[in-house]
């Protein structure tokens, strides 16, 4: 017999057990909570009715949180009766009275056909993927169905859109669109992760595709091999729930920003130079700052040089996209504070994080947003001056 049976074992004796009709019973009384210990991918089968879900893995951590009162009467039910036991051990230990192991598990409750919940429409193997994270209290099953249903275009598949993109798909964003007209180049690979020795020469669109589908399969991909411009802009974008800017030049920048604004759709702005970074975040809603709010002018090549001329090393664009990347998932979470009329900028030699915030300003083209038409030949016409991004 294993260590663990014989703790088990000895934990029979000690722990009072009942069964799921008697469970059940205690539970119709109202004054009983079930607590299920099951794994979050364990639930793909759903749990027992009126059950709350605390993970063994962070039982002794998250329990409290979820159950503050030590009078209650606790039931802990798991997938067969073992880590129940030691759960129930647990609550014991940490001072709470009149706990109760659910024999069988939930299985036996499945097989008394007693009344079950079923909270997600993922996969067992989705399920299975995302563990770890819907463990995490703020995320949870909601969580990642929200992620699952999210529509998020990043435009760029470079230094930014790569770790972006990878991550995104990695913690389980839905759908992601990856638009770039470029070709892998040598110079790239030191920063744009997503492309190899391999793809030199294909479209960056397209490379990007082929390796995010190998990390995360369950993931909806669509490849827009082709830059954006007033022409397909609005067309390109108006699908997505959030936009991110991994663009690396001003006159894709402004037109994103006009676009989404359009649309009062979020985006997501990155930009790197040198050993330095900046991320900020664009709701799109009346009164919220936009990107030209911050930068009204575009600045000249000897502010602002191109990467090319610049240089960049290659993990700063790295940090960025990742930063950008938790930006997005903020938003489709609604947890936590957005960058919403911040500039965070990043010293990577300092190891500085510094947050500048800034105001809209009222002359500014998202005060008139209506005014915006983008089927000027050549540009596009903010009012009745012609701005060519």
């Known amino acids: 017999m294993t260590r663990f049976k014989k703790h088990v074992s000895v934990l029979e004796g000690e722990i009072p057990q009942i069964g799921p009709a008697e469970c059940q019973s205690l539970l119709a009384n109202g004054k009983s909570l079930l607590i299920d210990v099951r794994e979050p991918h364990e639930l793909a089968v759903g749990r027992p009715l009126d059950s709350i879900n605390v993970p063994k893995s962070l039982f002794e951590q998250e329990v409290e949180r979820h159950v503050p009162e030590h009078c209650e009467t606790l039931i802990v039910i798991c997938a067969s009766g073992a880590r129940s036991l030691l759960a129930a051990k647990s609550l014991l230990e940490l001072g709470y009275k009149n706990v109760f192991s659910v024999s069988g598990g939930f299985n036996a409750w499945l097989t008394l056909k007693l009344p079950v919940v079923v909270e997600s429409s993922m996969s067992v193997t989705e399920l299975q993927r995302f563990a770890r994270q819907i463990a995490v209290p703020e995320i949870g099953i909601a969580g990642q169905e929200a992620l699952r249903k999210a529509k998020v275009l990043i435009v760029g598949a470079g230094g930014l859109g790569s770790p972006c993109a990878l991550y995104l798909a990695a913690i389980g964003i839905g759908c992601i669109g990856i638009a770039d007209g470029d070709r892998v ?31 995360n399969s369950t993931v909806k991909l669509i490849q827009l091999p082709f830059m954006l411009t007033s022409a397909n802009v609005l067309q390109t974008i108006a699908d997505y729930d959030v936009v991110v800017d991994a663009s690396d030049n001003f006159s894709t920048r402004r037109l994103l920003n006009d676009a989404c604004l359009v649309f009062a759709k979020p985006h997501i702005h990155g930009a790197v130079h040198r050993f330095e970074g900046f991320v900020t975040c664009f709701t799109g ?22 990467c090319s001329e610049a240089g960049v090393l290659g993990l700063v664009p790295g940090v960025i996209g990742l930063l950008q990347s938790m930006e997005v998932v903020k938003l489709v979470l609604r947890e936590g504070d957005i960058l919403d009329g911040k500039l965070l900028r990043y010293n990577s030699l300092r190891n500085e994080l510094v947050t500048f915030e800034f105001e809209s300003n009222n002359d500014c083209v998202c005060y008139r947003r209506e005014e915006i038409d983008f089927g000027v030949s050549n540009g596009y016409s903010i009012g009745n001056s012609c701005t060519h991004p």
């Open 185 to 215: 180049e040598l110079s790239n690979l030191h920063r744009q992760v997503v492309h190899s020795d391999a793809d030199l020469g294909e479209n960056k669109a397209l490379s990007a595709v082929k390796l995010i589908s190998n990390l």
């Open 285 to 306: 809603q009346p009164n919220a700052p936009c990107y030209r709010c911050l930068f009204p002018d575009v600045p000249s090549p000897d502010i602002a040089p191109p």
